[in-house]
């Protein structure tokens, strides 16, 4: 009996100890999960950045020394590459009606009709017809002599400035370059004044060496998109100033016939 009361007494032990430990391992099971959930909470609630700033975080990291040269070039060569754009749309000329209203005013009343013509429509086109209108008396070959001189004048004129937009294009990736290399110049000074490789130590100088190249190729791929435009636009323009030029000499000499 006192044996059968010893065995209740240890089973019930044991299983109370089971529950007790079933419990515990519940409550920490319990508490980690509560721990998880809070911290995915905190991590859901924190705001995530926009691209602005984003961009502003990356900018300030990289250093204001290569970063800030870099944007300078980004701001100047953005800076003459809308005013070339603006130019170039201003000088865009319907040559067709252009040149319609010219032999009207040549066939309706001379020379001077059509100079008017002329000097009342903007653009390059309408200027070297002017110039070549104006040689009408000196000849035929004057007058191509001025069409052509005029034309190199005006062809100058559309590709004015141009060059500093190519010149920004080399010019940032490079100073972006630059600063990769001094970025890692840093980083190897800093192993070599611990006397041992620590990610840390060059975590930092690789990151800014690798955001001033990032900086640089993006500003040149900007750069590079509206240069493109500007010299297909330049193109486009002269390709008319040619084609008017010998169509002013075609009109020029069917009239004094």
Known sequence: MKRLFSILAIAGMMAF???NANTNAITTSSATTVATTIQDADAAAEPELGFTQELKKRFIEGGP?????VLLCLILGLAIAIERIIFLNLSTTNTKKLTQNVEDALQS????AAKEVCRNTKGPVASIFYQGLDRTDEGMDAVEKAVVAYGGVQMGQLE???SWISLFIALAPMLGFMGTVIGMIQAFDKIEAAG???????AGGIKVALLTTVFGLVVAIILQVFYNYIIAKIDSIVNDMEDASITLMDLLIRNKK
């Open 17 to 19: 100890g089971t529950v």
């Open 65 to 69: 020394g290569f970063m800030g040269i």
């Open 109 to 112: 009343g001379g020379v001077e």
């Open 160 to 162: 004015k400035n141009v």
């Open 196 to 202: 041992d490789m620590q990610p840390s130590l060059v």
